[in-house]
């Protein structure tokens, strides 16, 4: 069975201040591995997708990575517009019906 | 990506009673999920909608609790009966497009059970 684990819980930075989050997983051959930004009372925003260990992905603060046992997501110089909970999900290859798996998120704030 | 639009976006319910939820997508897609995120925590999968066949629950959810229609490429209901507080969740569905079908996720419907 396909696992997420997310660290820390909850984040609270200064602004400028960039920090990481971190996603592990445990999953029998990885399809991608997803990170979503999620706003209270919002659906779930996709960012990046990260298909390979090694691979890297960048949208303006946020640069994601890869390896066989875990992601980061690194938050550069972040401003309070990046607070936010941020979701890391796998689809393995024996995933049925391309099913996702959802860690539980960590809960970033960032103060001015 | 695909627009989607949850209708509706928060309903106030009493226990026993039904509540169907709708999502509506701009363009055509194969596969529409149905999630759950009770509060604080994460999203749980509770089924897999794809035109044309019956969907496919995970463990822990039943058809008879939450039945669910998709009548086209485009449309899907969930519809969660004789509710009780213990329903009381964030309901969002999503729809996969592009390589290895990557999740969309709509707004959400904000459901509480009194």
């Known amino acids: 069975e396909d696992q997420v684990t997310q660290s820390p819980e909850a984040l609270r930075l200064q602004e400028g201040e960039s920090s990481s989050l971190n996603c592990s997983y445990t999953?029998?051959?990885?399809?991608?591995l997803f990170w979503y930004r999620q706003d209270p009372g919002k659906g779930p925003e996709f960012l990046f997708t990260?298909?390979?260990a090694g691979e890297e992905k960048e949208k303006e603060r946020l640069k994601a990575t890869l390896t066989k046992k875990e992601s980061f997501l690194h938050i550069t110089a972040p401003k309070p517009e990046d607070s936010a909970t941020y979701l890391c999900a796998v689809q393995g290859i024996k995933a049925a019906g391309n099913k996702l798996t959802f860690g539980g998120g960590t809960r970033v704030l960032v103060k001015p | 990506s695909a627009v989607i639009s949850q209708k509706p976006s928060r309903d106030i319910c009493q226990r026993g009673t039904s509540l169907t939820i709708q999502c509506q997508v701009d363009s055509q897609v194969t596969m529409m999920f149905w999630y759950r995120q009770q509060p604080g925590q994460s999203l749980t999968l509770i089924a897999t909608a794809n035109q044309g066949s019956e969907a496919t629950y995970e463990s822990g959810f039943v058809i008879d609790k939450f039945p669910i229609s998709r009548p086209n490429l485009t449309f899907s209901t969930l519809t969660v009966s004789n509710m009780s507080p213990e329903d009381s969740s964030i309901y969002l569905c999503s729809v996969g497009q592009g390589r290895w079908e990557t999740q969309y996720f709509g707004p959400g419907t904000r459901l509480l059970v009194l």
């Open positions: 990260l298909y390979s």
């Open positions: 999953v029998s051959g990885l399809r991608g």
